[in-house]
T-cell receptor, first 109, second 116 residues
Framework: GQNIDQPTEMTATEGAIVQINCTYQ??????LFWYQQHAGEAPTFLSY??LDGLEEKGRFSSFLSRSKGYSYLLLKELQMKDSASYLC??????????WGAGTKLIIKP | GAVVSQHPSWVICKSGTSVKIECRSL??????MFWYRQFPKQSLMLMAT?????????EQGVEKDKFLINHASLTLSTLTVTSAHPEDSSFYIC????????????FGPGTRLTVL
């Protein structure tokens, strides 16, 4: 079957770095997405990886290892506004997104 | 980036009534749109995939006669919740994808439905 695993909740300190891991199993693979979702709002796109390696975009970076079925989202210089849920989603061979349950990130001062 | 709008943002209705939610792609043509439902503190649950000009594909466990989806044009899809009940209260989110082969989904702002 198809499955996405990510931690339920993480806590980090303002100004620090946090890494949110995601492992996936899908029928075929057309890329890995990370979305940010604040409470009561729709998800917003953060990153897309389809090749192995690290993609850096400002304070956020995303890494993919296709052979390991593994990705992580790295957030640097954490700000209070980064408190949100982070959703990992893998796209299967039918271009359907398989969603993880999301990781709630709590930032403490 | 591409913009997707949803209307209404929130709606409160009485049990037994029907509610229509619109999803529009504002600056691109969306051959495929997706409807999601999200209960509090849970992840997105895909309800159905709609392709312009054809019938929607519903996920297992989603009643197609209760959740009517129409994708009549390349910029508009509608979800009608028929005979709504309190258990249908949820956050409904649509997303749209550009022409076939594109990967990124652009999300609308969501519609919060409360059924009394």
């Amino acid at each position: 079957g198809q499955n996405i695993d990510q931690p339920t909740e993480m806590t980090a300190t303002e100004g620090a770095i946090v890494q949110i891991n995601c492992t996936y199993q899908t029928s075929g693979f057309n890329g890995l997405f990370w979305y940010q979702q604040h409470a009561g709002e729709a998800p917003t796109f953060l990153s897309y990886n389809v090749l192995d390696g690290l993609e850096e975009k400002g304070r956020f970076s995303s890494f993919l290892s296709r052979s390991k079925g593994y990705s992580y989202l790295l957030l640097k210089e954490l700000q209070m506004k980064d408190s949100a849920s982070y959703l990992c989603a893998a796209m299967d061979s039918n271009y359907q997104l398989i969603w993880g349950a999301g990781t709630k990130l709590i930032i403490k001062p | 980036g591409a913009v997707v709008s949803q209307h209404p943002s929130w709606v409160i209705c009485k049990s037994g009534t029907s509610v229509k939610i619109e999803c529009r792609s504002l600056d691109f043509q969306a051959t495929t749109m997706f409807w999601y439902r999200q209960f509090p503190k849970q992840s997105l649950m895909l309800m159905a995939t709609s392709n312009e000009g054809s019938k929607a594909t519903y996920e297992q466990g989603v009643e197609k006669d209760k959740f009517l989806i129409n994708h009549a044009s390349l910029t508009l899809s509608t979800l009608t919740v028929t005979s709504a009940h309190p258990e249908d209260s949820s956050f409904y989110i649509c997303s749209a994808r550009e022409p076939r082969g594109a990967r990124e989904q652009f999300f609308g702002p969501g519609t919060r439905l409360t059924v009394l």
